[in-house]
T-cell receptor, first 109, second 113 residues
Framework: SQQGEEDPQALSIQEGENATMNCSYKTSINNLQWYRQNSGRGLVHLILIRSNEREKHSGRLRVTLDTSKKSSSLLITASRAADTASYFCAPVFGAPLVFGKGTRLSVIA | DTAVSQTPKYLVTQMGNDKSIKCEQNLGHDTMYWYKQDSKKFLKIMFSYNNKELIINETVPNRFSPKSPDKAHLNLHINSLELGDSAVYFC????????????FGSGTQLSVL
């Protein structure tokens, strides 16, 4: 399959804690995207990491990529209730993006 | 100004009816898409258009017909609606850079009764 597969399927944490979500994929990629989907809304692009990068930061987000293991992780530090959403990874290899089921993150205040 | 807007947001209709969902993007992007998200939250690509031309047509029943009057618009017409068509449909657009950065509309929740 071409989509990334996120793990865990669901994650519940307390506000202020860190949240880590993992993504595995099967194809060679040009880069990998992470998206967020709030309930009842469309996906919003969060961060792109290129295949020649190992780590990328954006605010409270930290993304890693290990192309040898075909895996990526998204870390959200100091989580807030507003981070409650579903998170999707999307490996990019020249075809339209294919998405998995995502990780449903619940941040409890 | 909403970058990718789709209407209506909610659509409730009877089996067998024909309905349309409209999508417009004001980002100047070359490529537009339709995705379907089912109740299990899988988001599946349906169609992709580049400069008004169909470039991707996944395994979608031919009751679904996309129409792109210009590169800023991609509408989705569905004939003879079935119960299994109930889902949330998302329009998206991207610049044709191959970086996978898509901009999504807020979705149309279709309920077929």
């Amino acid at each position: 399959s071409q989509q990334g597969e996120e793990d865990p399927q669901a994650l519940s944490i307390q506000e202020g804690e860190n949240a880590t979500m993992n993504c595995s994929y099967k194809t060679s990629i040009n880069n990998l995207q992470w998206y967020r989907q709030n309930s009842g809304r469309g996906l919003v692009h969060l961060i792109l990491i290129r295949s020649n990068e190992r780590e990328k930061h954006s605010g409270r987000l930290r993304v890693t990529l290990d192309t040898s293991k075909k895996s990526s992780s998204l870390l959200i530090t100091a989580s807030r209730a507003a981070d409650t959403a579903s998170y999707f990874c999307a490996p990019v290899f020249g075809a339209p993006l294919v998405f998995g089921k995502g990780t449903r993150l619940s941040v409890i205040a | 100004d909403t970058a990718v807007s789709q209407t209506p947001k909610y659509l409730v209709t009877q089996m067998g009816n024909d309905k349309s969902i409209k999508c417009e993007q004001n980002l100047g992007h070359d490529t537009m898409y339709w995705y379907k998200q089912d109740s299990k939250k899988f988001l599946k690509i349906m169609f992709s258009y580049n400069n008004k031309e169909l470039i991707i047509n996944e395994t979608v029943p031919n009751r679904f017909s996309p129409k792109s009057p210009d590169k800023a618009h991609l509408n989705l017409h569905i004939n003879s609606l079935e119960l299994g068509d109930s889902a949330v449909y998302f329009c998206a657009s991207s610049q044709n850079r191959g970086d996978g950065k898509l901009f999504f509309g807020s979705g149309t929740q279709l309920s077929v009764l």
